[in-house]
């Protein structure tokens, strides 16, 4: 008797503790969008879809060191431009997590990355449908000061695919994924670089991806192992990091089956004080995609990640060209800085002015055939493909981007930002338009904000993008039109009027008058409201969509043009 | 899962006990490990904003903050955490571009959105405002010009530090 209820209470104890010293937290979004015919910007048939939702609701659990959450996905069906794949409803995601510093071990999906992602990195991104999350069990250890071990085992989502290797499709196989990396950080194993100036830190990864050889044409490996070294290292203002990872043969549809080798180096090197900042980047890839499908496409189920060095840009006309990564080799390389002219002097004036100046490259590798005397084309599956010099550059060039930026408060009211972009967009290349001339272009805008007071704001944001070839008066061959959707000149004003710090309200059109076709010298007009408050936001706008490519982190998905009316709700608790 | 759903949720209504911040290590731009939970400003309040290089709202919210954060400090004790979620492409920029556009806050690097996915953020800007006692006591998410102030008169309400 006294038995059992010593047991109840301790289970009532342990409840308790479960209920009282737990949070719950958590997030909800929800996409919509109501597609409607449109014959001015040539949408004259929906293919029967006239509403498209894309919805995640999910929650976490923590309580101490342990932490639980899942994640309940919905497309239904997806909006335009997501992979039909993700069409569907269920629990996308759950995981549980001990960790009590010494040890952490993760059952369930996994995000995580070693070093800068050139051998493992599995992240979600709801903006684009994109989720290679690793299903299966993560174990970290921290058995000294400054020194951190991980290990990853699992296999990756695929849309809806099931995990196991009984439920497979013969398109949705896809392998198991191992991995471990090490960590040391000197600085904090070693007392007397404690607060040194001087910090190092080493690492080092190994992943390997186990596969079925499924096709009766090549013999697939069925281990396939990348491994990577790196290293930070900091003295003072200055910093430098650098890692270098290679791939073993790893024959697939992206590399048309190539088994050669992958090499991947990316570095880095900073200076930064206090109102100066510059930063060059260095970047030479080739064959380097890794995916735990051979078969796979585009972005699907990527092994690793392989970062752009490229300059961000989120305005409307200046994001137009976004560069997204070729999986099959580049050089790349990126300078920019940022300065601020102090407060107080002639040309900072009572606020400081903000400078900003950004230049990339993107060039193809060098690649020469594998037998003598060129005997052999190039990229040939089923052969070794090519050989390439590590240092020599390839003349054609994917992509530059120079831009220069002021950011100025002018007075307590006014604030001013403006940037010019010279750009430079291997168009056939990144978006495959076969034989579309490159985009050449000079991009300009500014954003005037004018605070009416307290709670009440104006901001006018004016775009314009120049195209030095492509423009009205350019001959297109009636057979290529559709090539040139949206090339020629653009030019873009918004207006927006919020009041703080629930609403705003703007209104925008976005106008292609240089279009060499005529039929596409469209306006799109779009009008949008959105009320905050707190965490949550919502986000009503109606009206056109032009084609275009969204990009994050590199990786992107176009957007196909559309007209209609969409709404974004979303809140977190 | 339902069931569970409903007693997570139920256990949420009880949860108010301990401090709302998550178990999550990152690192600062010197490389230093710093444990989200144990964050602490002697009582006063704090302030964690995520952001991001290639985020333009959040450019803006970062430089007004930084226009007021001396007299805040003076006024309240607050401490600004600015998480940035660049990922490796941009890592390498975001002490560059702090110190370039001369920031004050404390910065902290959530290179695997760590922090951004036990925190529930889906898009940045995204502010919190914690108060002595580690619990979130107001949130806000997007930039209008001199959302700032929004912020202030929350922060003034939990102060200890009078005016």
Redesign the interface.
Known sequence: MFLSFSILGGLVAQAQDFIENAQVSGSFQTDAQYYMLDKGIGITDLNGKKLGINGFGKVNYTNGNFSAGMRFEAFMPELNGFRSELNGVGLANFFATYDNGFIGMTVGDIYDQFGSGLTFRTYEEWSLGMDNALRGARVVLRPAQGITLKAVYGRQRYFWAPYLERDFNADDYRGIVRGADAEWDLNQSIAALNESKFTMRLGGSFVSKKQADQSSFYNIPENVSAAAARINLGYGNWAFGTEYAYKINDPSAINNFIYKEGRALLSSLSYSQKGFGAVLQVKRTDNMSFKSMYTGKQNDLDINFIPPINYTHTHSLPSMYTYSTQPNGEMAAQLQVNYTIPKGTALGGKYGTKLAFNMSQVNDIVRDSVSFGNAMALNQPGTLGYTSKFFAVSDHRFFRDINFEVDKKISKDWHLTAQYINLYYDIETIEGHAGSPVVKANIGFMDVTYKINKKQSLRLELQGLWENEVHKGYEVEESEKKDYQKRGDWAFALLEYSINPHWSFSIADKWNYGNPVEEYRDHYFTGTVTYIKDATRVMLSAGRQSEGVVCVGGVCRTVPASSGVSLTVSTSF | ?TLL?MA?????L??Q??S?L??VTLKDL????VNIAKLSNNGNPIVITFWA????PC??EH?ALN?VYEDWQDETGVKIYSVSID???????V????????WDFEILLD????LK???????PP?TFLIDGKGKIV?????Y????E??LYEQILKISKKKK
């Open positions: 899962m759903l997570l949720v139920v256990t949420g009880h949860a006990t301990k709302d998550p178990n010197n490389g230093k490990n290089t290639w985020c333009g450019i803006k430089n226009d990922d490796s492409r941009s890592t390498a920029k002490k560059p571009v702090v110190e370039g556009k001369g290179v695997n959105s760590d996915r036990a925190m529930n953020v889906s898009n995204h107001y949130q806000h998410t997007g209008f010009e001199g959302a102030d929004e």
